[in-house]
């Protein structure tokens, strides 16, 4: 078990891989975005284990102070070099954020319940699925929500990139301060609760478009 | 030197964390409805989003303080506060200052005079740690804290300040943003003179976080009336 985290990078990328030759450009792009989050989150293991052994900090410091400015800068990286190599919409730049962040929690998750293969239950696996992985969705999909100010205004940027890499890596602290603790589900809960109050602005910003359009066509 | 890092918290002080971030976060969810969830300047849904970081900072404080049971002076949530001035002046300078200041003498007494806030705010820091802690070494382990807390906050406040101070443009926008620049700026003074409040009594802690509250319904409620004017300018 030494090697668990690259035995399971492997076994989940090879078949990515090999399912690349088949896809569409679409389905293919994001499947390499999916990639692309699980090949950070091996990285992180590394090197948050690398920093764990250098820095003068218990686990759950470790864990809320460094731990969520390391995953999330790595997390980032890809969407960074996306939006300004290809200069995507912005609905595809929410999109792959999105995709790494699930692809950081699957490899995440995958080695979470194979280290704890003696205490495994459903009920963890649910959790797992619903905390973490909504989690890391969601402080990805911050970042690339906070790249796509640039299109509004290239001043912008600052706030854009650096101003929501803080929201996240703030976010993230407190996810993993509240599990730790006797907190646990109120961590688990809290990725839930944004993900429904996202959805209803959307839809309220949907209804709100629409609405305008509707109004616009009636009196011109 | 423990006792510079954290501080034990008693029961009165948990209400008081939850009634700011509970505050907070009331003010931040009435702006995104009223700003957000439309089509509206950028300039005051980036105002909402520097709220948001305070809530999230409240947040993330109150959380801190119920696992651990007392207080650090400086943990990694605090970049939200950075959040929160980098989006007050992404939203002065990136949003709005190009149009109002092309750089041109008539403005020179309002950039000059702006200095002020950031001066008065620096002053207001400084001095309070010098009372709190009066010991080299404590100063020096709180510098990491001035230039990730702090830093930011005069820079913002600077930009509020020469908008107040500006002549009014031909187009309306600083008779727009005139109410949010006084609420943030009251709001950041309030945040600053808050920390003497702990050197008082629990009292004064719970009427700064009050008014510290107030001042950001202030914000949200001046960018929701800024923002309609603003509409009739467009």
Same mark, same amino acid.
Request: charged share 15%; proline share 3%; hydrophobic share 55%.
């Given at each position: ?48 284990? *690398? ?153 309220? $910003? ?15 | ?107 020179? $007494? ?63 926008? *600083? ?60």
């Amino acid at each position: 078990m030494e090697n668990l985290s690259l035995m399971l990078l492997l076994s989940i990328i090879i078949p990515m891989i090999m399912a690349l030759f088949i896809f569409d450009k679409r389905s293919k792009t994001n499947m390499i975005f999916m990639m692309l989050g699980i090949v950070s989150c091996f990285f992180c293991g590394e090197i948050n284990g *690398l920093l764990y052994n250098v820095m003068p900090l218990g686990m759950q410091d470790f864990t809320v102070n460094v731990t969520p400015v390391v995953e999330e800068i790595a997390k980032a990286y890809p969407i960074f070099l996306y939006a300004f190599l290809f200069k995507p919409s912005k609905k595809k730049i929410y999109e792959s954020a999105i995709i790494i962040g699930i692809g950081f929690s699957i490899l995440e998750n995958s080695y979470m319940i194979a280290n704890n293969s003696e205490n495994v239950s459903l009920m963890l696996a649910l959790v797992r699925g619903f905390g973490a992985g909504m989690m890391h969705g969601i402080t990805t999909f911050a970042v690339g929500f906070g790249i796509t100010f640039i299109y509004t205004k290239k001043k912008l940027f600052i706030a854009g990139s650096f101003a929501m890499m803080c929201v996240a890596i703030t976010y993230h602290s407190i996810y993993n301060d509240l599990v730790q603790s006797s907190y646990s589900m109120a961590g688990f809960i809290m990725p839930v609760i944004t993900f429904i109050a996202m959805m209803v602005i959307n839809k309220l $910003k949907k209804l709100e478009i629409v609405g305008k359009s509707v109004s616009e066509e009636m009196n011109p | 030197m423990q006792d510079i890092i954290a501080e034990k918290l008693t029961g009165f002080d948990y209400v008081v964390m939850l009634f700011y971030f509970v505050g907070i976060t009331a003010a931040f969810l009435i702006g995104i409805f009223k700003i957000c969830t439309r089509r509206s300047p950028m300039y005051f849904k980036l105002i909402i989003y520097a709220v948001g970081c305070r809530a999230l900072e409240a947040l993330a404080s109150f959380v801190d303080c119920i696992c651990t049971g007392y207080v650090v002076y400086f943990r990694v949530s605090n970049l939200s506060l950075v959040a929160y001035s980098l989006f007050i002046i992404s939203a002065n300078v990136g949003a709005l200052d190009k149009f109002l200041d092309e750089g041109s003498s008539k403005n020179l $007494k309002a950039r000059l005079l702006a200095f002020i806030a950031p001066v008065a705010l620096s002053a207001i820091y400084a001095v309070f740690h010098v009372i709190a802690y009066n010991d080299v070494g404590a100063f020096s382990l709180l510098s990491l804290g001035f230039y990730i807390e702090f830093l930011p906050i005069p820079v913002g406040s600077y930009f509020c300040m020469k908008q107040l101070l500006m002549p009014p443009d031909s187009l309306g926008f *600083l008779k727009a943003t005139r109410y949010v620049n006084i609420f943030i700026l009251v709001q950041l003074f309030i945040e600053e003179l808050s920390n003497y409040s702990v050197l008082i009594s629990g009292t004064a802690t719970s009427v700064c976080a009050v008014l510290s509250v107030s001042s950001f319904f202030g914000i949200v409620f001046a960018v929701i009336k800024g923002e309609k004017i603003w509409k009739t300018l467009v």
